[in-house]
């Protein structure tokens, strides 16, 4: 028997990432009033929205920062009736060690609060809901610019 797919999802997850003292790490976040997991930034596509403008927004609500020119898209994989498409976004290098966002928008999340916090991105974070699936094509984006510079 098969299955139809009649309506995919797409979903846009950022991974915001900075280097210290040689050593890459990435933004993740934890919910302050619930315990949710350990997560990045993410969010749906609206309809007619473009990915690079649902990327920018959901940054924007989610962790209040505006990155709009240092976006990469990096890939997609699809997760049954859902595409993800992911993003290597270089972070600011005054950004604040952690820092707690009230999320913006109007999202089913508007009102909650994140803690945002820097962990290394080796040994790979676990991270909740299986938003880690894609953390093998930043690192491949991550290696081919660290070659481009040199």
Partial sequence: ML?????????V???ITQQKQSVIQLLVFEHVDVEAGVQVPKGTVEPGEV????????LREETGLAISDR???????????QAWNFFAVKGDANLPDTWVQCVG??????GMKFRYY???LTPE???????????????NYL????IGEK
Avoid: M
């Avoid at 299955?3 to 979903?11: F, G």
């Avoid at 974070?125 to 690192?139: I, R, S, T, V, Y």
């Avoid at 290696?143 to 660290?146: C, E, L, R, V, Y």
């Fill in 3 to 11: 299955c139809r797919i009649t309506h995919v999802v797409s979903k």
């Fill in 13 to 15: 997850i950022g991974y």
């Fill in 51 to 58: 990915l690079l403008d649902a990327i920018l927004r959901e």
């Fill in 71 to 81: 976006v990469q898209y990096i890939g997609s994989l699809i997760r049954f009736d």
């Fill in 105 to 110: 928008g109007d999202g089913e999340d508007k």
């Fill in 118 to 120: 820097w962990v290394p």
């Fill in 125 to 139: 974070p676990n991270l909740a809901g299986k938003q880690g699936d894609g953390l093998e094509l930043l690192k």
């Fill in 143 to 146: 290696s081919q610019q660290t």
